[in-house]
């Protein structure tokens, strides 16, 4: 019977070989599939693992992590509620992360490679001191501001949004979309407590995951009026030049008439440019764009930041929250020539003309800042896990000179008069200059009107401290006089409490 | 491992070659090594300890040394009753289960709040219990030593085990589904918080009779066949209990929807049965019948479902595991992320987290240890469980009965059958059944009756290796004289 216990001997040698050799494909050939597969929940807890670090405003701490005693150690949560939702995104353990949670997940992680000085002493010295903290730009005033006076808006709008900048170095001061969402329910350990608020969220027809302030995109109305006078003011119309206007006037070859607001506005056949603005008269501004032509218009507004998809708003240069392209739109007809028609719709900021409240704060920034627009930026500051050091400092950066300091002048004086006498009065300030636009923007026949307001307000010496953009989605009749009352708040609360400056 | 096999050429396995048979117990061998395993043990709870609390407490050593203190107790019963026993096996089963033990109670750790972690007591969790089974298992193989002072012995009983084991096998399958099913799988007797699983004790006895049956039956079977197509097919009458042990693999299989056991047993009774006959034909038989029964199994699975529904779907998880990764093939997916997160080197004892794998401390233990010690240390491992293997197969090559060669060789197989079919199963080699890995996984019976298994390889490898003693009482003769016989059978016939 020796021979086939030797034999079964050889058998077993065989049976462990092929275990062997399939221990060996699983463990070292697929090895790092395995590791890194979406199934493997070791990825995650890894992640949480390590105290992610903070994300700050004004001091306060907005996103931070407490430890637990479940198997992932850390717990997200967002002290400031809905009030940042926008800015700051979510950390979710099962869902994609979002906002500057995601722009800056690696250094608040701890993994970036800037980190590796603090992870090789964290492995000298035993500590587990966690990742980086990012310190925002927002003024926890404004921010606080924007978000109480957007939901208690006087003129029951349920969506809106609204931002504003430093003009003179692009740092965001306040960042609001309405209706927001409370992050942290997203951040739950329990992943179908997580999913549940999730899908709550995504199914609410108010779309509050939405981030209004940047990426999503309504007709501007009158605010365009702007971009429309800065291009007049290019080509040899001054600010006190008549321009045509009249209760009501018809483009060429089409027949529906533009009329103005009311019918108290520039009744007389001509006006001048400042009053055209200051008292936000369409037929002028009809006129002026077609006299002035697609192209021009359709330049000047780029030349503003119109059809930029690429900007981004967090760190300068880097990755930050992605931004809609604000669009001038299609104004031909379909044999290629340009629609009269539509570019006279068009030039009051209707037809096909769509504007993200961002590109609304960065225009009246740029009037606001002698025609320079900066780069908008959320991070102002990298701070190492222990605090003690800084990895990255904004430094503010000029995006592109829409017009020149003569032509920013002329606006600023422009809107000044709106401000002071004309729609915008609610937005005053005492003890500052503000200048403005509101705009009331056409959604659809049978919807309420859009209400806008785009602004600056500008210190005792002249230098620019806040612009602002405010929008009212579907607010109805008042809509614009609300956006320019909240907009003249937040840039107040900014003046007062300057954030990040 | 392999230094169990270091020390220079065994005089005895010298002895053999050269005709004459020399006495060395080489039992200060065995202390030694045992000493040296309980030393890794130890270490790995140090380690443990380490990855897991930031600290190793003052304490570390006390599972290694409660278990180095049972071995112990069993190496002296080994030195007194058995004292031409292998000394490797008791080293290699005591570091295997040593380690079982550690990697229990660092799962134990893991799950506990991190501010108790400390103060986990030894014998608390699934670890302190396996710690109390492994001290009542190693007692139970101590006292099987000492009652069983000739391995012949137990073939007196063998009808009586044959009896006892179909009744333990079939015991599950007809007591109701509340005390005898767990996920899915009736192989438990649980009375309050206590169950076994008598299908372990089973494979014992069952081995036992298989054995005392076909040295009863051995010439019948190998010589009195009718050639057919090749192939050397036994008369009916002969056949008979193939196919009723045929048969309880597959009632196994339908009532206690467990494929793992089914073949086990079958690979057992074949492989006994080739041994015994030294035809190739069995074994031909035994796969024909085994791939046919599994395709059957398979067919049938996948047309009327049924019983055969488990296997089907078992099978469908074998050939894509993630086609369905969050759910039916959860576990296997999880069981291969795990090995794979392990990599060559792992992640060190308490590194990684074996809490998140299902099962981790039954059938994946495998998978739970491999994510720390990853390929070289699983690759360690299994030449552990190959040396036990081959030491069981070595011990029957060197015994002089036939009862023992078949009783040796049988449970050194079945052994490694085991280890290959679960951790075939969760590395996904082959479909997955669930099984316990032998000394590794928790559970009370599987560690018994794996203990009582390497008893008997203890008792027959030490009949092996005894110098001969022949009625003029000689330390040392030529080999080659007249076998003893066993109880009741016939001589062994020398076939020309």
Known sequence: MNAPLRRVGVVVMVLFGLLFANLNWIQAYKADEYRTSDYNGRVQVAEYDHKRGNIEAGGTALATSKATNGTLKFLRTYPGGAKYAHVLGYKPVNLADQGIERVENDFLAGTSDTLIGDRLKDMFTGDDTGGGNVLLTLSKRAQDVA?????????????????????????????????????SPLASHNGNEAAAAFNKLEQDPDGPLKNRALSETLPPGSTFKIVVAAAALENGIGKTTQIPAGPSWTPPTSGSPIRNADPSICPNPQVSLLDAVTYSCNTGFAQLGVQLGADTLKEKARQFGFEQDDLTVGQLGEDGLPTAASRTGDMQNPDGSTDPAALAQSSIGQNNVRMTPLQGALIAAAVANDGKQQRPYLVRQLLAPDRTTSYYTAKS?????????????DLREMMVGVVQKGTGRK?????????????????????????????????????????????????????????ARIGGQIMRAAIADPGGR | MT?????????????????????????????????????????????????????????????????????????????????????????AVALLNGLGVGFLRRFDLGEAPVDDRESLAIFAGVGGRQLAWTLGAVILAAALLAIMRDHRSVSRYAYTLGLGGIVLVMLPAVLPASISERNGAKLWIQVGSISIQPGEFAKLALLVFFAYYLVRKREVLSLASRRFLGVDFPRGRDLGPVVVVWLISLLVLVFEKDLGTSLLYFGMFVVTLYIATERVSWLLIGLVLFFGGAYLAYFLGSTIGGPFANFYVRAEIWLDPFADPTDKGYQLVQGLLALGTGGLFGAGPGGGQPEILPEVENDFIFAGIGEEIGLFGLSALLVVYLLIVERGLRAALAVRDSFGKLLAGGLAFTLGLQVFVIVGGISGLIPLTGQTTPFLSAGGSSLMANWLLIAVLLRVSDGARRPVTGSGGKAARPSGGPPEQLHGAPTEVIKP
């Open chain 1, 397 to 409: 950066r000029e995006l592109r000179q829409p017009v020149s300091p003569q032509v920013a002048a």
């Open chain 2, 3 to 91: 230094v169990a096999a270091t020390p220079a050429p065994s005089p005895a396995i010298a002895g053999e070659q050269s005709g004459v048979r020399l006495a060395r117990s080489r039992r200060n061998a065995e202390l030694s090594l045992l000493l040296l395993a309980m030393v890794l043990v130890a270490a790995y709870g140090a380690t443990v300890e380490a990855n897991l609390l930031d600290t190793v407490t003052p304490d570390f050593w006390m599972p290694a040394a409660a278990l180095g203190a049972v071995f112990l107790g069993l190496h002296l019963v080994i030195r007194f009753l058995a004292p031409f026993a292998d000394p490797a096996l008791l080293p």
């Open chain 1, 427 to 483: 937005a005053a300030i005492s003890g500052y200059t503000v200048g403005g636009k509101t705009g009331t923007a056409q959604s659809a026949p049978d919807r309420p009107d859009h209400g806008w307001f785009v602004g600056f307000a500008l210190d005792k010496n002249g230098k620019p401290v806040s612009a602002v953009c405010v929008m009212l989605e579907q607010a109805g009749s008042g809509g614009s006089a609300e956006a």
């Open chain 1, 147 to 183: 978000y109480d006076q957007l939901r208690n808006n006087q003129v029951g709008a349920k969506r809106g949004a609204a931002i504003a900048i430093d003009p003179s170095t692009g740092a965001v001061q306040a960042l609001v979309s309405m209706p927001s969402f409370d992050p």
